[in-house]
């Protein structure tokens, strides 16, 4: 009986599997869309942007949005309509290339300073750690032992 | 050794940055090349590359308008002292229509349906190209809209407006040109 049972959901899974791989894109929002693209003429993100051409823009994008277009069509559109400078992004000429490359020079950087310096701080850390209980808890000597706990019982009473 | 490495480094890091910063600075600054050579008396050559007509089909460029003087007017919908020039351009382009030539306005970060409802409004009878990549208005050094770029015949710029034109700066540059 469960064996059976196992065979309809895997034969189930199966059918549906293309089905899900296949499925067309979920119909995107304003809000999805605004926030990655520009205000043309404000130079900010169009979520934050406060004019008429912002207004027009969202004006465009809703109406893209009713013919049942998918967010990448959107942008598409939005591309054919106020150019490549809608997305935001550096178009590749001239100094545009250093958007991509200084930041990914930074991350290599940081990634070669840890690694250079991960190694020395537990290296430090463990020269501390070995030499911190001879620091830190002196022996007592019988009689401080008697005072300490003659204290301690005195102020528990 | 290693010690004095690190804040050498870190020196030679902060001096590429602001070396980079002061190349960006200087590589974006104005394309002032067309305004230099008119103001010295010379007729730069017109940059031209093949637009997409607005509200139409294919594409067009300056080259299809040679042996004709064009006022190239850079617009956009959204741009308000284009609405106070749009009539100016309008009587222009009768002007230069009688002797075979054309205003040609260029749209600028603009939707096509926003830019033809300003065309409709307007009543504007020369026609219009779209700089969807803004490549043409770079090319022209254009920085703010409106700007006007008055062409002879032979595709050279002989005037350049930045800003609304005048009727005195149209009459005198449609002269230069023979119209």
Known sequence: MARRALIALLAALALLAPATAFAAPARTTLPDVEDEVMCVLCGTALNVADSAQADRERAFIEAEIAK??????????????????????????????????????????????????????????????????????PALSAAEARRLEEDIARYDR | MKRNAVPLVAILAAAALIGLLVYGVASRGENRTLDDAVSKGQRPAAPDRPLPVLGGAGQRSLANYRGKPVVLNFWASWCTPCRQEAPLLESAQKRLAAKGGTVLGVTFRDASPDSQAFVRKFKLTYPSLRD????????????????????????????????PVSKDFLDTALTQVGV
Do not use: H
């Open chain 2, 132 to 163: 969807v990549s803004g490549q043409l208005a770079k090319a022209y050094g254009t920085r703010a809209l409106p700007e006007t770029f008055v062409l002879d015949g032979q595709g050279r710029v002989t005037a350049i407006n930045r800003g």
């Open chain 1, 68 to 137: 049942g277009k998918t967010k990448a069509q959107v942008k598409q559109a939005l591309v054919a309509e106020y150019g490549p400078q809608v997305l935001g992004t550096p178009e590749g000429g001239g100094f545009d290339w250093a958007a991509w490359v200084v930041p990914s020079l930074v991350v290599l950087a940081l990634i070669g300073g840890l690694i250079f310096l991960v190694p020395r701080w537990r290296r430090r850390s463990g020269t501390m750690d070995s030499a911190a209980p001879t620091l830190a808890t």
